[in-house]
């Protein structure tokens, strides 16, 4: 084999963590540096019958990019932009690429890559592939999967295969799960083979952005506004992010802004387009859902968006970093990713809120995307007895989510976290379906166990 496996402790150490808070250390590490290497990797390990996880950034937050079983692929180097083609509006890029450099580096090219997960500038594209992650902006864009056009995959023989998307309108032939092979990969968070390439679709970058912070002494007021928006006239919102009180004084302290240290909730929002944003009707309409109106904050030019964007990202990362002491004696960040539909959001946030008094632990900090029925709750489980408490209130919560509507999962995939919960969401065809479609890619197992199929 020309690509050297690494056993060393201190090189399998430094895989065997990702945002996950969990802690598994493979077995060997490989790094290979182009396709050529990936597809004879996974070929040899097919042969030796041992297991091979892919990973990119790590900054899964399931466990999906870490293993202590068999082989850690680490992509990381398959970084090159390969080709953007504005004549045929894509772009070309190996799994490894960060997705916040491939943005701009189409933006620079006046292209906008729509995708936009909080954790662009570590994540990699064949990452927020392998997860169909999404953002704020999916709220308009929607998630990974519609932007994919075309992948090159290594499967589970080692074979390298590339897939395109059909190009018709109409198409009657084979059921519909079969009928478009690029969908498989999408969200399958490394099982049925590994991404080293995708195409992917781009849109001209809107003539102007403004994004704006509405701030409100109450989580009703905020989240009855987050409705109105999405059904009012004359606005056309591309992202609706929700911080309930405690994400909001971490917000508050991240930008050291004293007029928001006294709201209980703050939604933010942009427009984008091109034509001159509709601000005062945004105004007019957060007003009549008692905006503290000496709070509101806008954010024009692409400097102040980056602002917005780095105290939004204050929140998780202040949870990480809460988290993180407790690491050492079993405890973790316990995050969710469920969503509803968007009008169900704050009944179902006051069900979670009162399974969380009835447990006796705090109440999470939550925040995310409100547009989209999708927040996310964060705790610091602070030992293994107290994260079993937390997910115990999880999934009484999950149950509700479901009942309305909802999804145990919306961007960041079940990994081997939140693996336990498919069947909550997924009846006995439907898994029988599932692991035939595993079995039918990988047969032997060996790709991401443990992975989306507990």
Known sequence: MSVALATDADVRAAYARDASGLERTPESVARPATQGEVAELVMQAAAEHRSVTAAGGQTSTTGASITDRGLLLSLRALDKIVEIDGDRRIVR???????????????????????????????????????????????????????????????????????????????????????????????SEGTLGVVV?????????????????????????????????????????????????????????????????????I???????????????????????????????????????????????????????????????????????????????????????????AAGIAQAVTFGHAGNGHPHQNWVGESPEHVLRIEEVVERTLKVVIAEGGTVAAEHGLGKLKARWIPLQLGARQLGLLRAIKHELDPQGMLAPGNLIA
């Open 267 to 357: 939604v933010y929002a942009e427009e984008a387009g091109d034509d001159e944003p509709p601000l005062e009707s945004w105004l007019a309409l957060a007003e009549q859902h008692h905006v503290i109106e000496a709070a509101v904050r806008v954010y024009d030019g692409e400097a102040a968006l980056r602002d917005a964007r780095h105290w939004r990202h204050a929140v998780p990362a202040t949870m990480h970093e809460r988290a993180a002491p407790f690491r050492a004696h079993g405890g973790r960040r316990v995050s969710t990713d469920w969503a509803v539909p968007y009008a169900k959001l704050a009944r179902v946030l006051g069900r979670a809120q009162a399974f969380a008094d």
């Open 197 to 265: 390439e995708a195409e992917l679709s781009l849109t001209p970058l809107p003539a102007r952005t403004i994004g704006m912070a509405f701030p409100f002494a109450s989580e009703a007021d905020a989240l009855a506004f987050v409705v109105s928006a999405r059904q009012a006239t004359g606005i056309d919102p591309r992202c609706l992010e929700y911080c309930d009180r405690q994400a909001t004084q971490i917000v508050a302290t991240a930008t050291n802004d004293p007029a928001w240290k006294a709201a209980l909730a």
């Open 93 to 187: 890029a190996e799994a490894g690429v960060l997705l916040g450099d491939l943005k701009r580096a189409c933006a620079a090219e006046g292209w906008l890559l729509a995708p936009d997960p909080t954790s662009e500038d570590e994540c990699t594209i064949g990452g927020a592939i392998a997860c169909n992650a999404s953002g704020a902006r999916s709220l308009r864009y929607g998630a990974m999967r519609p932007h994919v056009s075309a992948l090159s995959v290594v499967m589970a023989d080692g074979a390298m295969e590339r897939f395109h998307r059909m190009r018709i309108e109409k198409n009657t032939v084979g059921y519909a799960a079969v009928q478009e092979p690029v969908d498989w990969f999408i969200g």
